[in-house]
């Protein structure tokens, strides 16, 4: 069964420093979204990505965040200068369809990278 | 403020009864709704979506939408051990984003 693949499953790095968290859709999926879960709390909508445009971004997603499509598979989400509070882990997802009433615009995630900014 | 708010729980059932989850949304022109299960630092697994008004049975859960009260349930049926998890309550967003609830932990004791 096609699955939503993400790495590294756990990220380590100094406040300040950069990072990229990749992802691989499912393969006839259209549509790309980051979600993050602080310890303890709901899960939170970032970004969602369509035909190489971000549709959508949260209050969350400032100028620190960009999110890139750089071939026909990978997904990324680059962090330009990491802070205690991005800690958390980071949830990739795709659907095929955006609006739907069916299993089309169902989204499914991948397993996460857990970012852990000292 | 869109919000989606679910009973933080612990729910606690025993082995074989029937389990029910209860979330409630803000946002009357909501369409689409679904349930997720998480394991303890995993990922969001869906276990179902519901569009329409009523019942939806897939194997033990149903799920059940009331739109007039902005009301959507989970039901799961001789419970397992194995489905003690935290479930999540999502509603998807005009623009696509899913808009989680705080999730109901629940625990199904042998």
């Known amino acids: 069964e096609p699955e939503v693949t993400q790495t590294p499953s756990h990220q380590v790095t100094q406040m300040g420093q950069e990072v990229i968290l990749r992802c691989v859709p499912i393969s006839n999926h259209l549509y790309f979204y980051w979600y993050r879960q602080i310890l303890g709390q709901k899960v939170e909508f970032l970004v969602s990505?369509?035909?190489?445009?971000?549709?959508?971004k949260s209050e969350i997603f400032d100028d620190q965040f960009s999110v890139e499509r750089p071939d026909g598979s990978n997904f990324t989400l680059k962090i330009r200068s990491t802070k205690l509070e991005d800690s958390a882990m980071y949830f990739c997802a795709s659907s095929e369809a955006l609006r739907a009433s069916g299993e089309a615009d169902t989204q499914y995630f991948g397993p996460g990278t857990r970012l852990t900014v000292l | 403020q869109k919000e989606v708010e679910q009973n933080s729980g612990p729910l606690s059932v025993p082995e074989g009864a029937i389990a029910s989850l209860n979330c409630t949304y803000s946002?009357?022109?909501?369409?689409?709704f679904f349930w997720y299960r998480q394991y303890s630092g995993k990922s969001p697994e869906l276990i179902m979506f519901i569009y329409s008004n009523g019942d939806k049975e897939d194997g033990r859960f149903t799920a059940q939408l009331n739109k007039a009260s902005q009301y959507v349930s989970l039901l799961i049926r001789d419970s397992q051990p194995s489905d003690s998890a935290t479930y999540l309550c999502?509603?998807?967003?005009?623009?696509?984003?899913?808009?989680f609830g705080q999730g109901t932990e629940l625990s199904v004791k042998p």
């Open positions: 946002d009357r022109g909501s369409q689409s």
């Open positions: 999502a509603v998807k967003g005009p623009e696509g984003k899913l808009i």
């Open positions: 990505f369509y035909n190489n445009e971000i549709s959508e």
